[in-house]
């Protein structure tokens, strides 16, 4: 399994950003794909979380209203789509797999994904 994300850069406070995560080599339809973000002296954050099957989708209570999370299942792709975005966003933001599930109840923590990206830096300044 590999995970690329992209998309990720400069941009204002106030302004938009969408990053995208490309995932291969995914055997089965049941899986869930998550965003995470880690900022300078921070610990890893949960954002956003898409169960690929029913489009089940969580967020963490910083980010909602503001982050939509998607996927396109022809593509295999998650997208992250951050509007409103405020200098507190500014971190390295990564996706991760979680496979073998087909309902979610909740933002799944960290340490239960798979398969991890290589994440994108987002850095919200003027």
């Known amino acids: 399994v590999q995970l690329v994300e992209s998309g990720g850069g400069l941009v204002q406070p106030g302004g938009s950003l969408r990053l995208s995560c490309a995932a291969s080599g995914l055997t089965s339809e049941d899986y869930a794909i998550g965003w995470f973000r880690q900022a300078q002296g921070k610990q890893r954050e949960g954002v956003a979380c898409v169960l690929r099957s029913y489009g089940t989708t969580f967020y963490a209570d910083s980010v909602k209203g503001r982050f939509t999370i998607s996927s396109d299942k022809s593509k295999n792709t998650a997208y992250l789509q951050m509007n409103a975005v405020k200098p507190d966003d500014t971190a390295i933001y990564s996706c991760?797999?979680?496979?073998?599930?087909?309902?979610?109840?909740?933002?799944?923590?960290?340490?239960?994904?798979?398969?991890w990206g290589q994440g994108t830096q987002v850095t919200v300044s003027t």
């Open positions: 991760a797999s979680l496979s073998g599930v087909s309902a979610l109840l909740r933002l799944p923590s960290p340490n239960e994904y798979d398969r």
